[in-house]
Structures are given as structure tokens and as C-alpha cells.
């Protein structure tokens, strides 16, 4: 298989990256990162991993980029942020001997192929995305934070009406976890027990969503039940992510009821903020 511009990377007496799998993906993490990766939570998924195994082991990597491309799109990363980070592992793997961080990751140097692979497949889930208009997130089965925002627009309607705040009647709790460590199955084994959990505990018609990669949030109506729920829902939480030893090793959910902000505006960037957490 042709080298192109240090794709797939040269077998050299050095072992640069004979560490393997995990230490290109933390040298291709911090190359993005160094280059403008807006959110650091955000950037591990699943399909990082296949992509980092795939060049280590030298198979041809457009597969598995064109699964990444699917994957960045489907987060919400945007096209020119998806083509920078192809263009730091690149640059990582062009230059191998280089200190960690020190590369200049250039899309105009990644070759073209790989650039189309993953461009074309990113474009394949956002125009689905934008043709279905879909508001149910794949992996958790629950809303996404586009529904959460037309169920707010409701009930800020309502509280209009009333002449009142939408704060008065209802307000949002939100459970995150600190991912950051997990990568592959942990990670997605995590956001599906989260999920499960805030499922049983909120099964009263409350609007339950996934807000990103780590964070649920469930809009609920004011009422003497909410620090009884919050306790049930730290217990079944708890009983799910114990059993295994990576996901309990993550830590404790966070979980925190917030006031609603006084305008429909203010509250979408709020579940923007926090989806990004």
C-alpha cells in the first residue's frame, strides 16, 4: 500500500507509534485540541478508536474514517471542524518524531482521498438529519435537545398566557457523567444505564432528552417530589454504573436542578451550554 504523505504510517525502527492504538489517539487528540477543537468532551467517540487500530494495523483507513465522518456528524461537529481534526492526524502521523502538540495539522496537505471519504460521509448524516428533521437520539432512545426546545417553546407559551414566568411551574434537572477518561463500549454502555435510569425515575409524562454525549435533562413540573426523586434517581443510578469497574471508577453523576431562564432565547443556549458540558 502506498505511503502518502506519512498515510498509513512508515514501519520504522523507531516504534513512534509502535505503542499502539492508545498512543495515537492521545497524540491525534492533543494535535486537535492544539488546533482548535472547540470542546474537549466532545471529541472522543467510538469511532476514533476504529480509526486509530485501522492505521496501526495498516488497513486502508477510509472505512473507518467515512465512520468517523457519520459519527462527528451526527454529535453535531460541524464540516470544517471534522476536516481540521482529519488534518491532525495526519500531521501526527506525517511526522512521527515530533513532540506531542508541536505539529501544524494543514488540510490542504491531507490527501485529497481521505479529505472526500470523510467529507462525503459527514454530509450523508447532516442532510439526512436536516431531510427527517430526526428528534430521537440513536443511542439512548430518548429525544434529542431539538425536541426539548419546541417542548419548551410550549410551555414558555403557556406561561405567557398566564402572565406568569415559565420558572414558576416548571424547571430542568440535569445528570452528567465525566466521561473523559472511558473511550469505545464504557462510554456508550454508560450513556444507555444514565438513560435507563432517569427513564424509571421520571415515567410521569415529563420531558426526558439527551442533551450530548454525557448529559440527560428532564423538564419537569414544580412540585413537592423533586428532592424525593433526585434521591431515587442517585440510587438507581448508582446500582446500574456499580456493576461495572470502569464506569463506577468514572465517578459519580452530577446531577443538578436549574431554574428556567425568563425567555424561550435564553433557555436554548442554556441546553446549548449544557450539552456541550
Same mark, same amino acid.
Given at each position: =500500500?502506498?505511503? $502518502?504523505?506519512?498515510?498509513?504510517?512508515?514501519?520504522? @525502527?523507531?516504534?513512534?507509534?509502535?505503542?499502539? #492504538?492508545?498512543?495515537?489517539?492521545?497524540?491525534?487528540?492533543?494535535?486537535?485540541?492544539?488546533? &482548535?477543537?472547540?470542546?474537549?468532551?466532545?471529541?472522543?467517540?467510538?469511532? $476514533?478508536?476504529?480509526?486509530?487500530?485501522?492505521?496501526?494495523?495498516? !488497513?486502508?483507513?477510509?472505512?473507518?474514517?467515512?465512520?468517523?465522518?457519520?459519527?462527528?456528524?451526527?454529535?453535531?461537529?460541524?464540516?470544517?471542524? #471534522?476536516?481540521?481534526?482529519?488534518?491532525?492526524?495526519?500531521?501526527?502521523?506525517?511526522?512521527?518524531?515530533?513532540?506531542?502538540?508541536?505539529? *501544524?495539522?494543514?488540510?490542504?496537505?491531507?490527501?485529497?482521498?481521505?479529505?472526500?471519504?470523510?467529507? $462525503?460521509?459527514?454530509?450523508?448524516?447532516?442532510?439526512?438529519?436536516?431531510?427527517?428533521?430526526?428528534?430521537?437520539?440513536?443511542?439512548?432512545?430518548?429525544?434529542?435537545?431539538?425536541?426539548?426546545?419546541?417542548?419548551?417553546?410550549?410551555?414558555?407559551?403557556?406561561?405567557?398566557?398566564? &402572565?406568569?414566568?415559565?420558572?414558576?411551574?416548571? =424547571?430542568?434537572?440535569?445528570?452528567? =457523567?465525566?466521561?473523559?477518561?472511558?473511550?469505545?463500549?464504557?462510554?456508550?454502555?454508560? =450513556?444507555?444505564?444514565?438513560?435507563?435510569?432517569?427513564?424509571?425515575?421520571?415515567?410521569?409524562?415529563?420531558?426526558?432528552?439527551?442533551?450530548?454525549?454525557?448529559? *440527560?435533562?428532564?423538564?419537569?413540573?414544580?412540585? @413537592?417530589?423533586?428532592?424525593?426523586?433526585? $434521591?431515587?434517581?442517585?440510587?438507581?443510578?448508582?446500582?446500574?454504573?456499580?456493576?461495572?469497574?470502569?464506569?463506577?471508577?468514572? @465517578?459519580?453523576?452530577?446531577?443538578?436542578?436549574?431554574?428556567?431562564?425568563? !425567555?424561550?432565547? @435564553?433557555?436554548?443556549?442554556?441546553?446549548?451550554?449544557?450539552?456541550?458540558?
Amino acid at each position: =500500500m502506498t505511503d $502518502v504523505l506519512g498515510w498509513p504510517p512508515k514501519a520504522t @525502527g523507531s516504534g513512534a507509534l509502535g505503542a499502539g #492504538t492508545r498512543t495515537l489517539r492521545d497524540r491525534w487528540r492533543t494535535a486537535s485540541l492544539a488546533a &482548535g477543537w472547540r470542546f474537549p468532551s466532545d471529541w472522543a467517540l467510538p469511532e $476514533v478508536d476504529i480509526v486509530c487500530a485501522a492505521v496501526v494495523g495498516g !488497513t486502508p483507513p477510509e472505512v473507518a474514517l467515512a465512520g468517523l465522518g457519520r459519527a462527528r456528524a451526527a454529535a453535531g461537529a460541524g464540516l470544517a471542524e #471534522t476536516l481540521a481534526d482529519l488534518a491532525a492526524l495526519h500531521a501526527v502521523l506525517a511526522q512521527p518524531d515530533c513532540a506531542e502538540g508541536l505539529v *501544524v495539522p494543514n488540510v490542504d496537505a491531507t490527501p485529497s482521498n481521505l479529505l472526500r471519504v470523510t467529507a $462525503v460521509a459527514w454530509a450523508d448524516v447532516a442532510l439526512d438529519q436536516l431531510a427527517k428533521a430526526e428528534v430521537t437520539d440513536p443511542l439512548t432512545s430518548l429525544p434529542t435537545a431539538a425536541y426539548l426546545r419546541t417542548r419548551l417553546a410550549e410551555v414558555y407559551r403557556e406561561a405567557t398566557r398566564r &402572565g406568569e414566568p415559565a420558572s414558576m411551574d416548571h =424547571m430542568l434537572l440535569v445528570v452528567t =457523567m465525566d466521561f473523559s477518561a472511558l473511550a469505545g463500549w464504557p462510554r456508550l454502555t454508560g =450513556m444507555i444505564l444514565v438513560a435507563d435510569a432517569v427513564r424509571q425515575v421520571f415515567d410521569g409524562g415529563e420531558s426526558v432528552a439527551a442533551l450530548g454525549p454525557s448529559t *440527560v435533562a428532564v423538564l419537569l413540573r414544580r412540585d @413537592g417530589g423533586i428532592a424525593q426523586r433526585g $434521591v431515587l434517581l442517585r440510587r438507581e443510578l448508582h446500582e446500574r454504573l456499580s456493576v461495572d469497574a470502569q464506569l463506577h471508577q468514572a @465517578g459519580d453523576p452530577r446531577i443538578r436542578v436549574l431554574r428556567l431562564p425568563a !425567555t424561550h432565547e @435564553g433557555a436554548c443556549e442554556l441546553l446549548g451550554s449544557l450539552g456541550r458540558a
